[in-house]
Structures are given as structure tokens and as C-alpha cells.
């Protein structure tokens, strides 16, 4: 037991709130109040706010979806690493414990990487869910029960395909079908059940569901780990056979003056990571799921949806921010100069000039969202207006593009004021470095500031597209310019 | 070849890293850095290859001041770090068409120069392979073709023989012996004092971040052993 205990908290090291630092310790606290916070205040605001009785009753259902996608997705960045880390496998193999232990605690640390976000997202909006609407305090607990019940379960799930995976594709593909069809089914279900608010108030006021569902994924956790023991060593050791004898790869650099190269370089740094892909693009793939989506969703319900919120006007005019700040937020991996790490030094020892550098980040960044984007932007028009404007579409893709120049030379600043070039993990370049949430900030203030003098003085929606598109322009450049002179400074570059 | 005028830098928490340290590499000339753990070598070979500024001083290749003509004299610098550090994800072949495309070298020049290095350090084998499944030596082997395709006229090597096999050492010292009599200016740290009394024309001894000898190697011997002197006997 007391080992087990040691080997969670080794593996809890994974989320960030239970590293050694103490610097990471506080960032992650700090995160997760301001996002407990913002879902709390949020829902204060909704619940006072919104007319339609039925809608704020279901309105926990909805929250719950969202908090099972958040969880969903911070588990499929993490689940290969937690649970088929070669490396780190390799560092505890040698310890007097059995492989169920190793198991089970990577089974704990994966329901715990989901459950934060649960209860971030799902419980802070239960506390005040339950006040507003006079509940007994019962339903908390409820609450809780079903939104750890929910994330045991998504361990499980994810342990399962990855069984699966590592064994073959095929299976993984059909369990992941499988799985699919059914969460499909299940949103259908809650989708009905979102206008039945007696349904609702049913279940959150009966903990024996929450408690039943728990127990039993509770009781799966360490029979799924005996099961994947079996043959646990032998699929790391093919792994770190892979790692160890890489694929043989052919591909050269064409057209070799330095920007290319720079730029070939950038590419196969991110398309050979995972992490990167996931932790950047995912967001706005399913941003544009959403939207192409919403295209097949009947005209009359798309009207009645914007009529029913009250803010017809303010959607379609801001429509177009929202938009540029989604994709601009895809931008923090790509342009990292953090990622380069200790071979910052060979560059900086080539006859390369910093803009070099700069531009050929920014170029990978475009080059990997000016599809999404172009989709999108066509998409964007279906959705709202159920019509296409090739020179609204072409608007759309020049302003998205000039804000995520203007945001990735943002982060490219940053990172040369707070860089961290000595990690020994990428990730922790990613994701633990501080000009990373700075970069999304800035990202929310370029995008929101504009807002509000276009509130109180209502401007029209061309001109404040205009005013918005030359300030970010002028912005972008101003940034460039001081980049080139911090590099100077702090890289010697 | 290489001119270090008075150069001085300080780190937080470390105030004179160097000091006033002053001394030229003539063109054909191999220069042997030597000093123990924290005397400044990496600090100095930094510098002097652009990867960090210094508070003070001066540096010169081939006459032309680095603080002003970064690029001109960077096209001059073939380096080798200490750290390895490599991008992974590319192989060997993709890694020194990378490096070599900041140098104007024409194709055929730059293929056969290629295939020469690779077959001398012997890493044909690997060379379509992705860098991260290269053992330690290997990824100095790279270094040094990376650092030589282009001819440089001053070569930079800190740690340089560090993880190389006996054989690989050998090739790596007829190498440098190569680059010499071609006319290139070599400066090397290392702490295999057997290596540097082999190679070295000339011996810079750091220690506290000073220079303490600046002489030539035949002129040192006159005092005593390289390893006596290392330790201040």
C-alpha cells in the first residue's frame, strides 16, 4: 500500500499541481481558481439573466458536456505519456514493485488529470447551480459522485483503446467506433432530456446514481490494471525499440537557402511531436467541427437560437473577433522560440538574422491554419447567414491571418523576455513556461479590447473593422520591431 | 585569425566569469584551451562564437569585429558545443543540409565534401536516420562534419574529444590536423592534456576567468608538464 501511495504521487507528477516546483504548484492553483471562477461568475450572469425557465434548468447538462470535452481532451494529450512512457518506465523499472501497482497508479493519475477539470468547470458551476436554484444541498454531492464517476470511467475508456492500439490498430479503431456511437447516442439522449428539467432535477436529487456508477468503475480500476500487466514490459520494449531504431526518412530540403531551411526545420520539429499537435490544433478543429456543424443545423432553428438569445446583432458583429481570436490562440506552440532549447546556441552561432527565425515560425504557423482558416471562413458565412460572400469569406481570412501574425510575433516578444531555453522535457517548454499564458492574455486583450469603444460609441461594423484591422496592424509591426531589438539584446542575435 | 581584446563578462551570482582576457589564434595555428571546471572556456569559446555577448572587450575574426559584422564573421565560424544539443527529429543527412544551407557552398562541393566526412568518422550507416535514435558519439561525429562542411576559417570546439571512441579520436585529431594545414585557425577546450600536447601549437591556460599562461606549446615545456602546471604545481 505504501508503495502504491509513493507510486501515485510519482505519477501524479504529471499534472502540474502536484510537480516539486513551487512556481508551477502556484501557477496551476492559480489557474484553476481563475477558471473556477470565471465558470462561477458566469453562471451567476446566466442564471440572472437568462428568460426561458427550461433553459436554465438544463443549463447543467450543458456545463457537464463541457467540463466530459475539457477532461476528454486533456486526457488524449496526456494518455500516451502517462500510461506508455518508455523513458519513464525505464527510471522505475528497476524498483521492488509489481507492474499492477505501476498500473493501477497510472489508472489514478489518469482519472485525476480528467477530475480537475470536472471540477473546475462542472462543480463550479454546480455550487452556484444548486444556490440559484434552491436545491438541496444533496445535489452536490450528486454532482460530485457523477462527475468522478464520469472521469474514472474516461480513464478506463482511454486504458482500454490503448490496450487496444498497442496491440492492433484495427480493434482500437473499433472500440473507438463503437464508443463514439455511443457518447453519440448519449448526447442525443441529453439533448431530449435538456427540455425535460424534471428528468434533470431527478437525478441530482438521488446520489445513489452517482454513487453506483462510481463504486463500479471504482471496483474496474485495479481489474483493468491486472488485465494490462500481462504483457505490459513486452509492448514497452517494442516502443523503445521504435524510439531507440527510428524510421529511416528520406526527405530533403529543397530549394536550400535559408528560409527554407528554416522553415523545413520548424515543420518536422512540429509534425514529429505529437504534443504539439494536439495541444495546438485541437482547439481549432473542433472549433471548426463546430462550425461546419452548425452548417447542417435547419435554417428556422439557427434564427430561433440567435432570436431567443437576445443579441442577434452583437453575434453577427463580433462574429468575425471571436473567429480571429479562436485561431490566434492555436498560435502559442508554433511560435515558441522555447522550443529550440540548448541548440538556441548553434543557431545563434550561424550567419542567420533573428527576422530569419522569426519569419519562418510564423510561416509554419500559416501554413498549418490557412486551410482551417479558408474552410472555416466559407463555413462561417453558411452557418450565420445561411449565404457565402466570397469577399466577406476573403475579409474573414485576411483579418484572422493578420491577428495571428500579430499574436504569434506577440508570443515570439515574450518568449525572448521570459524564454526558457534549458528545458530537457519539450513539454514543459509548452506548456510550463511562463510567456505561454502571458501569450494567450495577450491574445484575449488584443482580440476583446477593441470591444468596448465599439459598445459605447456603436459603431458601425465596418468601420470598427477597420479601425480594429489598423490597430493590429500597427501593433504587429511595433512588436516586430522591439522583438528585433530584445533579440539583439538577449539572444545576441 | 581569431583577436580577443580584453574581454570580461559576469553572470548573476557570478561576477567575473572572465577577466581581461586577452589572445589571438593565428591563421594554421591550433590553440588548445585549457583550465579546470568553471575557469571561464565555455564562456570564452561562447563568445567568441556569438552564442552570448560580453560585458567588455573585443572580438575579431579575420579583422572584421564581431559586435559589428555578426553575419560576415559568423560565415567565417565552424563551432562545436559541449551540449550536444541537436534537433532530434531531423536525420543526419536532413541536419547538415540544414547547417549547410547558411553557407553559400556549391552542391557538388558540398556532397562530396559530405560523403568524405562520413566516410572518414564512419557514419554512412546512420546518416538517413533520425538523430534521436544516434548514440553520443555519433551526434559528435555530426557535429564535426556540421562544423567543417563549409570550410570555416576559424574552427570552434568545446569539449570536442568527449565520448568519442579511441578510434573516432584519432580520426577527429587528422582531421583538425587537415583543417591546419588547409590554413584554418583551431581553438579547442578540452581536459585531455595527452591530446593537446599532441595537437596544439599553442596553450591558453584560464583559471577564475583570467588568462594565466599564453604561449606556445614548445615554450610551456620549458616550465614543465602540461597536467603539473594544470594543477599549479
Redesign the interface.
Known amino acids: 500500500m505504501k508503495a502504491l501511495s509513493k507510486l501515485v504521487m510519482m505519477e501524479m507528477s504529471n499534472i502540474h499541481f502536484f510537480k516539486p516546483g513551487r512556481n508551477v504548484r502556484k501557477k496551476e492553483m492559480l489557474f484553476m481558481g481563475m477558471l473556477s471562477c470565471l465558470v462561477a461568475v458566469s453562471g451567476v450572469v446566466f442564471l440572472n439573466q437568462a428568460g426561458d425557465a427550461v433553459m436554465k434548468q438544463a443549463s447543467i447538462t450543458v456545463v457537464f458536456l463541457l467540463s466530459l470535452i475539457a477532461s476528454l481532451y486533456d486526457l488524449a494529450v496526456r494518455i500516451n505519456g502517462i500510461l506508455y512512457d518508455y523513458e519513464q518506465y525505464q527510471m522505475i523499472s528497476y524498483l521492488p514493485v509489481d507492474h499492477f501497482q505501476i498500473l493501477l497508479s497510472k489508472l489514478i493519475s489518469m482519472t485525476a488529470v480528467t477530475w480537475r477539470w470536472q471540477v473546475m468547470i462542472g462543480f463550479s458551476f454546480s455550487v452556484v447551480y444548486a444556490l440559484r436554484m434552491h436545491l438541496p444541498l444533496v445535489c452536490l454531492l450528486t454532482c460530485l459522485l457523477l462527475l468522478t464517476g464520469a472521469s474514472v470511467w474516461m480513464a478506463l475508456a482511454g486504458a482500454v483503446l490503448m490496450f487496444l492500439y498497442h496491440r492492433a490498430k484495427r480493434y482500437a479503431a473499433l472500440v473507438f467506433g463503437v464508443l463514439s456511437v455511443f457518447l453519440g447516442i448519449w448526447a442525443r439522449v441529453i439533448y431530449g432530456n435538456m427540455a425535460n428539467a424534471d428528468y434533470i432535477f431527478r437525478i441530482l436529487q438521488n446520489p445513489v446514481v452517482g454513487l453506483t456508477g462510481t463504486a463500479a468503475a471504482v471496483l474496474l480500476l485495479p481489474a483493468w490494471a491486472s488485465v494490462m500487466k500481462s504483457d505490459y514490459t513486452e509492448v514497452l520494449a517494442r516502443i523503445g525499440h521504435r524510439?531507440?531504431?527510428?524510421?529511416?526518412?528520406?526527405?530533403?530540403?529543397k530549394n536550400?537557402?535559408?528560409s527554407?531551411?528554416l522553415f523545413?526545420?520548424e515543420r518536422?520539429?512540429f509534425f514529429?511531436?505529437k504534443m504539439y499537435l494536439l495541444n495546438t490544433l485541437a482547439p481549432v478543429l473542433f472549433f471548426s467541427v463546430g462550425l461546419i456543424a452548425l452548417c447542417f443545423v435547419p435554417e428556422e432553428r439557427i434564427v430561433s437560437l440567435l432570436l431567443e438569445s437576445g443579441y442577434e446583432r452583437e453575434i453577427e458583429s463580433f462574429f468575425p473577433l471571436f473567429f480571429c481570436f479562436m485561431f490566434g490562440m492555436a498560435c502559442p506552440t508554433y511560435c515558441s522560440l522555447s522550443l529550440e532549447?540548448?541548440?538556441?546556441?548553434?543557431l545563434?552561432?550561424?550567419?542567420?538574422?533573428f527576422r530569419d527565425l522569426m519569419l519562418a515560425k510564423i510561416r509554419l504557423y500559416i501554413f498549418c491554419v490557412f486551410p482551417l482558416i479558408s474552410v472555416d471562413a466559407f463555413a462561417a458565412g453558411l452557418a450565420v447567414h445561411r449565404r457565402i460572400s466570397l469577399a466577406n469569406a476573403l475579409f474573414l481570412i485576411c483579418l484572422s491571418l493578420l491577428f495571428a501574425s500579430t499574436v504569434g510575433t506577440v508570443g515570439i516578444l515574450l518568449d525572448i523576455l521570459f524564454g526558457n531555453f534549458e528545458w530537457i522535457n519539450p513539454v514543459s517548454a509548452v506548456k510550463q513556461s511562463i510567456s505561454m499564458p502571458l501569450q494567450m492574455l495577450s491574445c484575449l486583450a488584443l482580440a476583446f479590447i477593441p470591444l468596448c469603444p465599439a459598445l459605447v460609441f456603436e459603431l458601425h461594423k465596418s468601420i470598427f473593422y477597420g479601425i480594429v484591422s489598423i490597430i493590429w496592424s500597427l501593433v504587429g509591426i511595433s512588436i516586430y520591431t522591439l522583438s528585433k531589438k530584445f533579440a539583439k539584446k538577449k539572444l545576441?542575435m | 585569425m581569431l583577436k580577443i581584446k580584453n574581454i570580461s563578462k559576469s553572470y548573476p551570482g557570478k561576477d567575473h566569469a572572465l577577466q581581461n582576457v586577452e589572445f589571438e589564434v593565428k591563421a594554421g595555428e591550433i590553440c588548445g584551451l585549457l583550465g579546470n571546471n568553471g575557469a571561464g572556456k565555455s564562456t570564452v569559446l561562447r563568445s567568441v562564437v556569438g552564442a552570448q555577448d560580453v560585458d567588455a572587450g573585443e572580438i575579431f575574426i579575420g579583422g572584421q569585429r564581431l559586435k559589428e559584422h555578426s553575419i560576415s564573421c559568423k560565415k567565417m565560424l565552424g563551432y562545436i558545443p559541449d551540449n550536444q544539443a541537436l534537433y532530434p527529429y531531423l536525420t543526419g543527412r536532413q541536419y547538415i543540409a540544414f547547417v549547410s544551407s547558411f553557407y553559400a557552398i556549391p552542391k557538388e562541393e558540398k556532397e562530396k565534401r559530405i560523403e568524405e566526412y562520413t566516410a572518414i568518422l564512419n557514419l554512412e550507416h546512420a546518416f538517413d536516420q533520425v538523430i534521436s535514435s544516434y548514440s553520443k558519439g555519433m551526434k559528435q561525429k555530426l557535429l564535426i562534419i556540421a562544423a567543417m562542411v563549409h570550410q570555416p576559417g576559424l574552427i570552434v570546439m568545446d569539449e570536442p574529444f568527449s565520448g568519442l571512441d579511441p578510434a573516432t579520436v584519432n580520426q577527429l585529431i587528422q582531421i583538425v590536423k587537415e583543417e591546419k594545414r588547409r590554413g584554418a585557425a583551431v581553438i579547442f577546450s578540452s581536459h585531455m592534456l595527452d591530446i593537446a600536447e599532441k595537437i596544439c601549437d599553442k596553450i591558453v591556460m584560464l583559471k577564475e576567468g583570467m588568462v594565466v599562461i599564453d604561449s606556445q606549446l614548445v615554450e610551456i615545456y620549458k616550465y614543465g608538464r602540461l597536467e603539473h602546471l594544470l594543477l599549479g604545481e
Open positions: 524510439a531507440v531504431y527510428g524510421r529511416k526518412i528520406k526527405n530533403e530540403i536550400a537557402d535559408i527554407n531551411a523545413f526545420k518536422r520539429a514529429s511531436f532549447g540548448k541548440a538556441m546556441d548553434l545563434k552561432s550561424k550567419p542567420i538574422q545576441n
